[in-house]
Structures are given as structure tokens and as C-alpha cells.
């Protein structure tokens, strides 16, 4: 299977050679090798990157220093060519001509590759023959037996194709956050309330709140004689596509979204990000997808430790049984015991001995650390942290009182400005702020942006209604921005004497086509260029990244986020998004703590598309708390009757 997520010419961050490591560029050669071959490439020129990524794997001696000795040419299979290319990447940073190779191959056939038994020679054949560029296409041509009709394609070949398409959507994919915890949640309850288990909770990446979900890993507390009767009521349990295994302490198996029927799905996707997906098509993909899991029966005494060793993260569990080594002790899913005196007990048994714990505050508090939220267990930090007592205090959802980017009917929102406004207030929320698309914008050919004359009478609009809040003693405010598009120059959208007039501009990239095909280094001085305009307030979604279905374009975020806490630093306020759509989840939760090391202020917004759509800022948060953030750095937890102020102070 061919991991997706990478399908782009690295970019060094290192400040001096060697720019890349061994690894990077067997990774480059691998992958060429498949994109000449999706370009139609003499096959000489295919197996000689075939060959010198295949030894380059199997050479043993440190790469670097072979370059260095002028050696590269004597390890077999790498010519003369290859070793120039090798030179240039770790002595310069650069790949020569293949930056323009890994942009001429349509993304769409390198998708494909996903999907099993399909090579790079039959998606050549389709996409010539056919004009196949896609999933969607290739689904379409093998259901209408266009396929089947092709030399060297049968029936039978056709046929595995449309199982693979399925099976790559239905096992092979992580789930977004959102879609991986309304399987995990319904499932939780589902094994919650069988008799005979006195707990049972989420764990794994899903408690975690990563971005994405790879499988469900949920505890239960089973006393023993009751394992058998909880076995079979968790093994019929409606919704479960498939049993993979059922022992005495592990149920494995694959859940379908039957199990979530009636819970209202709790995310909403925008146009462009649906457009970006390859339509309607995807949805349906998805609606028809399933997710693995497991679970984990043991007796009530050890559920603590089941929990703290399957919540993870493994990294995160590596430092905590370090730790325990440190002191003496044994750490594992089963107890902590002292090491002395352990003898051969082994698993369950073992736990007799070991020191108790109820909860898992009491198992941090046996190795003299506070309890770490689950979110932090990455082991970014956060064991330095809890052991010198300097954990944050994280930001919480009811701490927000508004969220600065959301949309309405005036651009490609389904919620009029009352609408959504009623939807804010019933929120408990003091502000909500507008920022429907500028006028430039269109997805798919279809103008979306709000053209001048409108926004200006929006404008009016919102100061009306909040002279009326005002008069009835509503404790509550529109604040009236705009999304504006930074246009592939940086200059922003709409004419200067417009901007100047909003409460905040959420700059943001859209046409992401032209943004891809530039650099990194480019790319970071325009958007600097667009995030320096007086108008401008706060970065919208930064990268344009789409989880599971898009890179964003090349950035160096550090740079721009080092850059936005310098303007900070001169009192003009420049706040990053957390564009808290599940789709997005962008900036990045790890840069988070850069960002507030920058003074760099974070806004958690939903960008909302319909009423429902507010909703979603309770996802930004779980990434704000990943990032370790506070109350106090998030902009939009400020009252209503002060934000308005900040920003305008901050021009
Ligand atoms: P996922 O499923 O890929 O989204 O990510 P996780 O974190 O849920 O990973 P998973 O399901 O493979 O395992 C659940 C947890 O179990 C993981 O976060 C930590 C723990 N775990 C699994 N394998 C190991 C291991 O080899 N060593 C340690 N220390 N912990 C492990
Ligand atoms: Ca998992
Ligand atoms: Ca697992
Ligand atoms: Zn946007």
C-alpha cells in the first residue's frame, strides 16, 4: 500500500548539509521511479530509480559520508546520473528537474495507487485509454464495463478493481476525528450498558483527540466469571460488520456505521472542501466506510492501568515505563509492581502484587507525577512538565464565547445573519462574527464571493441589529468581517477603503493551485507579504490542508508564525486560526505551542456553514488543548464586549 500523505518533494528544514537523510531519498528515488512510470517514461529510465532506491535500501555504510569520499558511483546499481542527483540533494537541497515531474503527474493517479492490486502500468493504460484521472472516474468506467473492454482486462480484473475501491474506503483509510468518535462514543455506551461490565471506556488515539483514527480501542472492567456472558452481548451488538477474533481479554472487530444510525452526525462540510474531496462521490465512500476495533476485557482492579497503557501514546508510554524502571518499579497494562521480588509472575497474575490504583490520577501519583490530560500524551514535553509540576491548565469548550469566521447565506452559507445569530445565542455565545467570502471567490466556476455593494449593505444590516441587542440588553454583538482571498500575489480581496471598514479580515488562501505549484520559500514571503496589510486580523485555515484528502501547499510556518509574533510584539494584532472544522483542523496542533512561544494569539473558529455548523469549534478546541493552550491564549474565550475593542486596538 502506498502511503499518500507524502507524495510531495521534500524541502530540507536543516540550515546546512547534509539537507537530506538516507531515508528521504530512497523514499524520492522510490517514488519517481513510479511517477515516470505514470508519465509514460522510457522503462530504462524507470528501473534505473527502481534499482538505486532498491540498493541505496540495502547499503549499509553511512550515506553521508560515502558522498563525502566521492564513492556514491562504486555502490552498484547507482549511475553516474542518480549519483549527481544524490549529491545535489544532500550538498544543496535541491532535486534538480523533479520538483516539475512530482507536479505533472495528475494527484489522481497517484491516488489510485491506494487502491489494491492496481499498479502504476494499469493506471497509465486507464488514464490514456480512457481519460480515467481518478477514484470517482475509475469507479465509473469499471461500473459501466468500460474496463473490461480494454486489452489485457477481463471481466474478473474489472470486477476486483470495484472490490478494491471499496475495500481502500472501507479498511484501509484512517477516520477523521469526528467520524472515528461517533463510532467510538456509540460504541462505548453500547458496551457501557451490558450487564456484568462495571466500566468501560474509550481509549487509544480516539481519547487522545489525534486529527485521525487508525482503529477503536475501548477498556472494559469484566469481573471473571462474567467474561463469557459480556463476550457474546458485546458480540451482538448491531452494527458490527465483521468479527476478527474473540478471546478471554481481546475482542477483535470491524464496526459499520449502522451502530450510529440514529446519532445526528456533529460535523458539516463546506463546498470547497467537498470539491477539493472529488464530490458527492466521496461522501458516499464515506458513508459507507468502517472502522476497526477493539476490545479489551479485564478484571475491575487493573482497568486504571488497561486505560493509562492503551490510551497511549506509545511514545508517551516508553517515557512513563522509564520512569517506573527509575524507581524500582515495572509499568505495564496490567499494574506496577516493585521490580525486586517479582520472580516469574507474569500478566494478571503479577498485578496481585502491584500497587493499587482506582483511577489513573492514583497511577501518575505512584511515580510521583501529576495526572497528564490524554491529549498531552505525545511526549512532546509533557513528562517534563508533570514532573516539575508546570502543566498547563488547558482551555476548556464552555471558555469560548464567539468564534470570529462563519458564514451565511451572503456567500455560500445556508444561515441568514439571524439565523446564525439565533444559533450563537443559544450557544450561551456573546459574539458571533461574519466573514462570508470577498468577491473574488468561486469553487467550480460558481461565484461565491460577496460582491462590494452587498457587503456594505451587510454592514448596515449587522449595526442595525445590534443597535436593537443593544436596546433590549442583550449581552450579545455581530462582529462584521470578512473572509478575504489572498490572491496568488498576496494582495488581498476587495478594495482597501472595504477592508478598512471590517472589525477583523480572516485572510485566506483558496486557490490553492497556484499556491502548490510554487516553493516553499515563495510561498512563505507572500503570504508574510498579505499577513503585514494594516487590514488584515487573522490567518484563516494556513495551510489549506484537507485531513485524508489533501497536503497543504509548502509553507514554513515557523517562519510565518515567528513573523506574526513580531507584529504582535509592536502591539498590531495578527491571531492565527484554528480552523476547527474536522476536515481542517488547521494550524496544525503541534505548531500550536510555537505559536503561543511566538505571542502569537490563536482564534478556534468554526467556519461555519449553517447553524449546525458553530458547532464544530468544539473539535478546534480539543486541537488548542493538544497544543497545550490556555483560556488565556485563545482570542475568541475573550467577552463580547471587549473583542471588538482588542481588534480594533490591534490595527
Ligand atoms: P491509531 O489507532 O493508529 O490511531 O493510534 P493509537 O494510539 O490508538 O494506537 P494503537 O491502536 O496501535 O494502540 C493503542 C495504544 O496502545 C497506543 O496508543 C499505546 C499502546 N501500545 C500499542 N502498542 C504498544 C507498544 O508496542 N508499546 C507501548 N508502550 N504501548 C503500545
Ligand atoms: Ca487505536
Ligand atoms: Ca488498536
Ligand atoms: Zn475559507
Known amino acids: 500500500m502506498v502511503n499518500l500523505s507524502s507524495w510531495s518533494i521534500p524541502r530540507s528544514r536543516r540550515e546546512q548539509p547534509p539537507y537530506f537523510t538516507k531515508g528521504q531519498i530512497i523514499t524520492v528515488l522510490e517514488q519517481v521511479g513510479i511517477l515516470l512510470q505514470l508519465d509514460g517514461a522510457n522503462p530504462f529510465r524507470v528501473r534505473a530509480y527502481e534499482n538505486a532506491s532498491r540498493s541505496l535500501s540495502s547499503h549499509e555504510e553511512d550515506l553521508w559520508e560515502t558522498v563525502n569520499q566521492g564513492r556514491l558511483i562504486d555502490i552498484k546499481g547507482i549511475g553516474k546520473g542518480i549519483a549527481g542527483l544524490i549529491n545535489e540533494a544532500m550538498n544543496i537541497g535541491t532535486w534538480g528537474d523533479l520538483g516539475s515531474l512530482y507536479e505533472k503527474v495528475p494527484r489522481g493517479l497517484i491516488e489510485m495507487l491506494g487502491v489494491p492490486g492496481l499498479g502504476p502500468k494499469r493506471i497509465k493504460q486507464f488514464y490514456d485509454e480512457l481519460g480515467i484521472e481518478n477514484i470517482t472516474d475509475l469507479r465509473a468506467a469499471a461500473e459501466d464495463g468500460e474496463l473490461s473492454n480494454l486489452p489485457r482486462m477481463g471481466k474478473k480484473m474489472e470486477r476486483r478493481i470495484l472490490e478494491g475501491i471499496d475495500l481502500l474506503a472501507r479498511f484501509s483509510g484512517r477516520r477523521r476525528l469526528d467520524i472515528g468518535l461517533l463510532y467510538g462514543e456509540a460504541f462505548e455506551r453500547r458496551i457501557d450498558g451490558i450487564e456484568g461490565v462495571q466500566r468501560a471506556q474509550l481509549a487509544g488515539s480516539a481519547r487522545r483527540r489525534k486529527e485521525s483514527i487508525g482503529d477503536l480501542d475501548v477498556v472494559a472492567a469484566v469481573e471473571k466469571e462474567n467474561i463469557e456472558k459480556v463476550t457474546d452481548s458485546i458480540l451482538s451488538i448491531p452494527g458490527i460488520a465483521e468479527v476478527k477474533g474473540a ?117 501518575y501519583e505512584h511515580l510521583k507525577m501529576k495526572w497528564v490530560p490524554p491529549e498531552m500524551r505525545e511526549d512532546m514535553g509533557e513528562i517534563e512538565a508533570s514532573l516539575s509540576g508546570n502543566l498547563p491548565s488547558l482551555i476548556e469548550p464552555v471558555h469560548v464565547k464567539g468564534a470570529l469566521h462563519n458564514h451565511t447565506t451572503a456567500s455560500d452559507g445556508t444561515g441568514s445573519l439571524s439565523e446564525m ?107 508574510i507579504k498579505a499577513i503585514e496589510d494594516p487590514t488584515f486580523t487573522i490567518l484563516g485555515h494556513p495551510t489549506g490542508r484537507i485531513i485524508g484528502g489533501r497536503e497543504g501547499f509548502p509553507l514554513d ?29 488547521d494550524l496544525d496542533w503541534r505548531l500550536c505551542k510555537f505559536a503561543k512561544s511566538q505571542g502569537v494569539p490563536i482564534v478556534i473558529n468554526p467556519d461555519a456553514h449553517s447553524t449546525k455548523g458553530l458547532k464544530d469549534v468544539w473539535f478546534g478546541v480539543q486541537m488548542a488543548r493538544k497544543g497545550w493552550l490556555e483560556e488565556a491564549d485563545v482570542l475568541n474565550c475573550l467577552p463580547g464586549n471587549v473583542i471588538e475593542e482588542r481588534m480594533m486596538e490591534g490595527k
Not at 248 to 260: A, C, G, H, Q, R
Open 247 to 363: 478471546g478471554d481479554s481481546k475482542i477483535s472487530l470491524i464496526l459499520e456505521s449502522t451502530i450510529f444510525e440514529d446519532a445526528a452526525s456533529n460535523s458539516t462540510i463546506d463546498g470547497g472542501v467537498l470539491a477539493a474531496l472529488g464530490g458527492e462521490a466521496w461522501e458516499e465512500l464515506e458513508a459507507n466506510s468502517t472502522i476497526d476495533a477493539q476490545v479489551r476485557l479485564v478484571p475491575p482492579h487493573v482497568f486504571a492501568y488497561t486505560m493509562a497503557y492503551f490510551t497511549g501514546s506509545k511514545e508517551h508510554n516508553v517515557r512513563m515505563r522509564q520512569r517506573a524502571l527509575d524507581m524500582g518499579l515495572r509499568l505495564n497494562e496490567f499494574g506496577l509492581f516493585p521490580l525486586e521480588g517479582l520472580g516469574d509472575a507474569k500478566g494478571l497474575q503479577a498485578a496481585e502484587n502491584g500497587l493499587p490504583a482506582f483511577d489513573e490520577e492514583e497511577i
Open 421 to 527: 445569530a439565533e444559533a450563537a445565542i443559544d450557544l450561551g455565545w456573546e459574539f458571533l462574527g461574519i466573514a462570508d467570502h470577498s468577491e473574488v471567490l468561486n469553487i467550480g466556476g460558481r461565484s461565491i464571493g460577496v460582491p462590494q455593494d452587498k457587503v456594505i449593505e451587510q454592514g448596515n444590516e449587522i449595526r442595525e441589529m445590534n443597535y436593537e441587542w443593544e436596546e433590549e440588553d442583550t449581552n450579545f454583538r455581530l462582529l462584521h468581517g470578512s473572509e478575504c482571498d489572498i490572491l496568488a500575489d498576496g494582495k488581498l480581496d476587495y478594495p482597501d477603503s472595504i477592508r478598512r471598514e471590517f472589525s477583523h479580515v480572516v485572510g485566506s488562501v483558496h486557490a490553492i493551485g497556484s499556491w502548490r505549484n510554487r516553493d516553499e520559500i515563495e510561498n512563505t514571503e507572500i503570504l
Open 557 to 585: 510556518m515557523h517562519a510565518v508564525l515567528r513573523r506574526m509574533g513580531e507584529l504582535n510584539s509592536e502591539g498590531i494584532l495578527k491571531a492565527c486560526e484554528i480552523n476547527a472544522s474536522p476536515y481542517r483542523l
